[in-house]
């Protein structure tokens, strides 16, 4: 059968979801694949699956954390994996500090002498990171209460619930029971702060608990599905998850710019997976090659939209 691409029509006002739905008329190149990613995210809302969503590369920074609180108070998500980055950028702006548009053609060495870092054509000013380290020591002391020995999903509980910026995907997680697990902590600004504090106290980030918890979330989930933002850790940390079931995850939605031939898991396709028995030989997949920061609140609006 002869599935014929339609061309889309624009009309002054339409919604989102008018808008995916010519896009998915289409059914073709990113514009097809949006329109099925949101048609997988509404299945799996309406099967009531364990939603995962990994959070990889510079979201936060890219405009984006309040989509990510949007979309655990709304229920779109169960159970998030983050790099430190987005955890440490999300407790920057909590903290009063700001992100700056930038030019990604600036002088580095120049914004070095200004006191200010780079990500892209976003700056962050050396001032952001004094208020951050200002703020989160407390914290610690407060959290870790002497000698302790927690995961990370345990800590960033406790921040979130210190946090008073309603904005802010930790205190959203933390107020809604989402947990959030960032297991390579340690490779962040949020984890040398860490380091420092430990210097003085008796305190462990144990990320070993932080397996148990996510392998029993995956265990205990009749239906699953992974939604992953970018690679790298927070990808591989939900689908090694299900390596301990007899399971595999039932829908799998991925958004990267990134390439397989490399090897790489960040650009690693989801039949790729299916060889590791992390996604299901018949799960509902679906690749949208595309900037997060574009694709991601396009697909959540029309998923709410649709609700």
């Known amino acids: 059968m002869v599935r014929w691409v339609k061309h889309m029509d624009l009309e002054p006002g339409m919604s989102v979801r008018d808008l995916v739905a010519e896009m998915g008329k289409s059914g073709v190149f990113s514009a097809g694949r949006v329109a099925k990613a949101v048609e997988i995210y509404r299945e799996m809302l309406r099967a009531r699956a364990t939603i995962f969503m990994g959070v990889g590369g510079a979201v936060v920074p890219g405009g984006l954390r309040h989509v990510l609180a949007s979309a ?6 169960h159970a998030m994996v983050v790099t430190g980055a987005n955890a440490t950028h999300d407790l920057i702006e909590a903290f009063g500090g700001r992100h700056a548009q930038g030019d990604e053609f600036a002088d580095d060495a120049e914004l070095r002498r ?31 209460k002497g000698g302790s020995r927690m995961s990370s999903a345990e800590l960033l509980r406790k921040i979130g619930l210190e ?8 205190r959203a997680a933390a107020e809604k029971g989402v947990p959030v697990f960032c297991p390579a902590i340690a490779d962040s600004i949020l984890g040398l702060q860490a380091w420092l504090y430990s210097q003085e106290h008796d305190v462990t980030i144990d990320v070993l608990k932080d397996i148990k918890q996510i392998f029993e979330l995956a265990s205990g989930a009749e239906m699953a599905g992974a939604v992953l933002l970018g690679g790298g850790v927070p990808k591989n940390f939900i689908f090694q998850s299900m390596l301990l079931t007899p399971r595999s995850f039932d829908y799998a939605i991925q958004i990267t710019m990134d390439r397989p031939e490399p090897g790489g898991l960040s650009g690693a396709t989801l039949d790729e997976a299916k060889s590791w028995g992390k996604v299901a030989e018949r799960a509902k997949t679906v690749t949208v090659i595309g900037d997060i920061t574009v694709i991601l609140p396009l697909m959540l609006a029309s998923v709410l939209e649709k609700r």
């Not at 655990?72 to 998500?77: K, M």
């Not at 200010?116 to 989160?136: L, W």
Request: glycine letters at 2%; aromatic letters at 16%.
């Open 72 to 77: 655990i108070r709304e229920g779109l998500v």
């Open 114 to 144: 200004k006191r200010i870092s780079r990500i892209y054509d976003v700056y962050v000013p050396q001032r952001a990171f004094e208020i951050f380290e200002e703020k989160i020591q407390p914290i610690f002391a407060k959290v870790f």
């Open 163 to 170: 946090l008073k910026d309603k904005n802010s995907f930790l």
